[in-house]
């Protein structure tokens, strides 16, 4: 029983000293974003904080988790922090590359709903979100995932600005957004990170995504790209095939039961764009 109790904890000093040699250059690989060096050392601790297991995660849990006074000093940092967080994005996404790399890795992309209470937040609206499990109030962020056999991160996101936030000037101003921040669809948001990961040269082959994502544009700039894909379309998407044109949903009725079309997916509400239709 002892030589398994001094096994187990070797293995977790082992595995805590892995963590901290990752994130220590997860932290270096970011430094030069904060030119103070206070920014510096709050970004580390709020991140620090976000990886705690900890039921809610805001500024007031974070700072009790970190043993600060009050959440304002992390809460100055988010608003007014001095800190470049468009690079900080991309050195984040050429380390998780780094650490993950595979030539076939597949970015997936996917949006998320974060429920508020009041549509003050930029961008909150009612909304549909998968996580909420129907319409409700909330932000919604596009999001794009790094995946590989040697596991997953998030590498890019952006903000859903919903149209009637996007042309209400007086709530513009008053929430700080950017003028260069304009309405975008889900689809072009996709668009925007697939063409910074290409940009970045990350090692990665494949995209992929569900039906919100199927869009005629984001394919084209995927194969603009030189991005394999596979994505979901809508169940009444049109496409020709050597039969003639059909829906996604007429093409699963005719799609004989066998390898690669089982009944399963022969009712399936939706279908998967190929890598060189239109």
């Not at 940092?77 to 030539?103: I, Q, T």
């Not at 957004?177 to 996709?190: G, H, M, R, S, Y």
């Not at 790209?225 to 699963?252: C, I, M, Q």
Request: proline share 4%; glycine share 8%; charged share 25%.
């Amino acid at each position: 029983m002892k030589t398994i109790k001094n096994q187990v904890a070797v293995e977790a000093t082992i595995a805590e000293r892995a963590w901290k040699a990752a994130f220590g250059s997860l932290m270096a690989a970011v430094a030069v974003c904060f030119p103070r060096r206070d920014s510096r050392m709050l970004g580390r601790a709020m991140t620090q904080g976000m990886l705690m297991e900890l039921e809610r995660r805001n500024c007031w849990t974070l700072a009790e988790a970190l043993g600060h006074d009050g959440p304002h000093r992390l809460q100055h940092f988010l608003s007014r922090g001095a800190w470049n967080h468009d690079l900080a994005r991309d050195r984040l996404a050429v380390w998780v590359a780094a650490e993950l790399a595979y030539n076939e890795a597949v970015l997936i992309v996917d949006e998320t709903g974060d429920e508020k209470s009041s549509t003050d937040c930029v961008g909150a609206s009612h909304q549909y979100s998968g996580a909420l499990g129907g319409v409700g109030l909330c932000q919604i962020a596009v999001h794009l995932t790094y995946a590989s056999p040697h596991g997953h991160a998030l590498i890019d996101r952006e903000l859903y600005l919903p149209a009637a936030w996007a042309e209400d000037e007086e709530r513009r101003l008053l929430r700080h957004v950017p003028d260069e921040v304009t309405f975008a669809t889900k689809p072009q948001l996709a668009a925007a990170m697939l063409h910074r990961a290409r940009q970045l040269t990350l090692p990665a082959r494949w995209f992929t995504g569900d039906e919100v994502y199927g869009s005629l544009e984001l394919r084209r700039t995927a194969r603009t790209l030189g991005f394999d894909y596979a994505l979901a379309v809508k169940a009444d998407h049109r496409a020709s095939t050597a039969a003639g044109r059909f829906s996604a949903t007429e093409r699963r009725r005719r799609c004989r039961p066998g390898p690669g079309c089982d009944d399963a997916r022969a009712t399936a509400p939706r279908a998967t764009a190929t890598t060189t239709g239109p």
